[in-house]
């Protein structure tokens, strides 16, 4: 397909890029409920196993957008941004390894969630996709990085990979750590992930609460995560923490 083909589609699912998380929880929930299982093996350790790994991997794309989220440049495209904006080419940081990292990191956490449906097929699935959807998502922001900052994207596009992550060439980041900017961009996401994982461990139990464990640990972790995340949504509703980060 040509360039010009994959920025207009991208453009396009740009604008719609923030409802892609709600369909991955909801069709592996809805999966988890129809297969009534929490993996693909036939033994508890090996369902468990795909489980920590389901979670490790939805967790690695969090963390890797965590920290791009903290230390990138104001003034950059957020989930409610419905065109591309740029006070700035960031290439520190994250951004030195791969030039693309909050969809590196979102491709992850789709990867991950998908695997909570205890389907590998779905979660093979819902990986190519995220893959596609993303690298036309990446194509039109980069077509007007491009334009907004010539020279410097050429240079930084010669040696930093477009979606798959150099193992060397780390460079420091420009800005230091803003846990405000992270909380305000993340706080969701975060949140999702725990939500992801409880609703298709209920969901894989036939939403039957006399089939929840005894201790479940993962609906109070989540329970706490929902609460820091309410206190958060009232400090940007109620105060003037996060006023002025985009």
């Known amino acids: 397909m040509h360039l010009q083909e994959l920025a207009k589609a991208g453009e396009f699912l740009f604008k719609i890029r923030g409802k892609y998380l709600n369909y991955v929880i909801i069709t592996s929930a809805l999966i988890a409920y129809l297969r009534q299982d929490s993996g693909p093996f036939n033994s508890v350790d090996g369902d468990r196993a795909w489980f920590w790994a389901a979670f490790a991997v939805a967790s690695a ?63 093979m699935f819902i990986m190519f996709v995220s893959i596609l959807v993303y690298e036309r998502i990446s194509v039109y922001e980069e077509a007007f990085l491009l334009k907004e900052f010539p020279e410097d994207h050429e240079k930084w596009a010669k040696d930093v990979p477009f979606l798959l992550p150099r193992l060397r060439g780390w460079v420091k980041p420009k800005y230091p750590f803003w846990i405000r900017r992270c909380i305000k961009r993340e706080d969701k996401k975060v949140v999702s992930l725990f939500f992801a994982v409880v609703l298709c461990d209920f969901a894989s139990r036939g939403f039957d609460i006399n089939k929840l464990p005894e201790f479940p640990i993962w609906y109070y972790t989540w329970a706490f995560v929902y609460v820091l995340y309410l206190v958060s949504r009232s400090l940007r509703k109620f105060t003037k923490t996060f006023d002025g980060i985009s």
């Open 61 to 123: 794309g969090a963390l890797f957008r965590i920290v791009t989220s903290g230390h990138a440049a104001l003034g950059t495209s957020g989930v409610t941004k419905k065109t591309a904006v740029a006070a700035e080419l960031n290439t520190t940081g994250p951004y030195s390894l791969v030039r693309n990292p909050l969809y590196v990191g979102r491709i992850l956490n789709f990867t991950g969630i998908a695997m909570l449906s205890g389907s590998w097929e779905f979660a």
